[in-house]
């Protein structure tokens, strides 16, 4: 069975397609260093579903305490 070394799978029932970029899932806590490849096939199903497998932009660091 082929798998995509870009992707990985958490332990999700619904959404479980993450891209290496992100190393945690938010839902279930899963981490992609301990979790399988993304099997070719879940990924192009996850893809025509449009499920947001693609990487998840970081939240921006927020602003500095203003001082005085
Ligand atoms: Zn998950």
Redesign the pocket.
Known sequence: METMPEFWD???KH??I?PKSVTR??????RAKDQPDSRITEVMRALLQGEPIVAEQPAPPASADPST
């Open positions: 958490c332990n999700c959404h479980y993450h899932c938010k839902r279930c806590g899963a």
